[in-house]
């Protein structure tokens, strides 16, 4: 599958499971927005479908978890990359 496909079915995935549950379509476009990844939005999508949350601010709670998950894992990946930089500069001194 392109990665053109797997975004729009992540998309496709995540607005039904919101829909189902009642809420507005504009929130799920807004929610996509700040996922940005088929692999948040599936993420997103299980825990809509296996929670079935009832208000809209525990699907925002939700979604910004997500996000921080996702920002704590870029800034680890930096900070491995950096420190391996490092290591390499020190052993090739």
Do not use: H
Not at 39 to 62: G, N
């Amino acid at each position: 599958m392109n990665d053109r496909n797997d975004w729009i079915n992540a998309k496709n995935e995540l607005m039904e499971a919101l829909t189902e549950l009642g809420f507005p379509e504009r929130l799920g476009e807004e929610i996509i927005k700040n996922l940005g990844s088929p692999q948040a939005m599936r993420r997103m999508t299980s825990y809509l479908t296996y929670v079935k949350p009832k208000t809209a601010e525990l699907v925002v709670d939700e979604m910004l978890a997500i996000c921080s998950d996702i920002s704590a894992w870029k800034d680890k990946k930096a900070s491995e990359e950096a420190n391996a930089a490092y290591n390499d500069w020190l052993n090739n001194k």
